[in-house]
Antibody
Framework: QVQLQQSGPGLVKPSQTLSLTCAIS??????????WNWIRQSPSRGLEWLGR?????????DYAVSVKSRITINPDTSKNQFSLQLNSVTPEDTAVYYC???????????WGQGTLLTVSS | DIQMTQSPSSVSASVGDRVTITCRAS??????LAWYQQKPGKAPKLLIY???SLQSGVPSRFSGSGSGTDFTLTISSLQPEDFATYYC?????????FGQGTKLDI
């Protein structure tokens, strides 16, 4: 059974960097058949896909245009986890952030528990 | 970006009712559509993928249909645990996009 466990602070000041981690059990971040995603949810923007990392003989990333200049998603094979960094945050980045696995069927079948991230001074 | 539009935004129903939720894509997405159920304070749960395939462990009262731009989620006989918010999501192209949600309440 795949499980995703998120960790990271719940409060970040404006202009600082948001950092979240998603630890994987029951699968591998280096799997050739999965992709590891970050999705956020807010009342104003709904569910918003942010980006993904995946391994197909080498590492690839895809990012949403809306955050492309500010986002980095990195795998950590030594700890079997992946991370989200979002730079220069503003109050509009306040949301619940989820990590999720997209499996062979092409859809997010396992999700983390969610992290409420508040951007406030 | 592909826009996903759900209707209705909310629906009231009773235990035992049959409920249908609709999702329309702004352009054709073949069968690259999923339905998720979300309860308050929880992550979304995958119910249906590839428009009509039932995710493992999901009760058979849930079904999905459609292709191209128009899709439906049907719950054949509502159970108390089905009262939640439902979202569609397209996986035809990037960025992945979601519908705005349909809240199903009593």
């Amino acid at each position: 059974q795949v499980q995703l466990q998120q960790s990271g602070p719940g409060l970040v000041k404006p202009s600082q960097t948001l950092s979240l981690t998603c630890a994987i059990s029951g699968d591998s971040v280096s799997s050739n058949s999965a992709a590891w995603n970050w999705i956020r949810q807010s009342p104003s923007r709904g569910l918003e896909w942010l980006g993904r990392t995946y391994y197909r003989s080498k590492w690839f990333n895809d990012y949403a245009v809306s955050v492309k200049s500010r986002i980095t998603i990195n795998p950590d094979t030594s700890k079997n986890q992946f991370s989200l960094q979002l730079n220069s945050v503003t109050p509009e980045d306040t949301a619940v952030y989820y990590c999720a696995r997209v499996g062979q069927n092409g859809f997010a079948d396992y999700w983390g528990q969610g992290t409420l991230l508040t951007v406030s001074s | 970006d592909i826009q996903m539009t759900q209707s209705p935004s909310s629906v009231s129903a009773s235990v035992g009712d049959r409920v249908t939720i609709t999702c329309r894509a702004s352009q054709g997405i073949n069968s690259w559509l999923a339905w998720y159920q979300q309860k308050p304070g929880k992550a979304p749960k995958l119910l249906i993928y590839a428009a009509s395939s039932l995710q493992s462990g999901v009760p058979s009262r849930f079904s999905g249909s459609g292709s191209g731009t128009d899709f439906t989620l049907t719950i054949s006989s509502l159970q108390p645990e089905d009262f939640a918010t439902y979202y569609c999501q397209q996986a035809n192209s990037f960025p992945r996009t979601f519908g705005q949600g349909t809240k199903l309440d009593i």
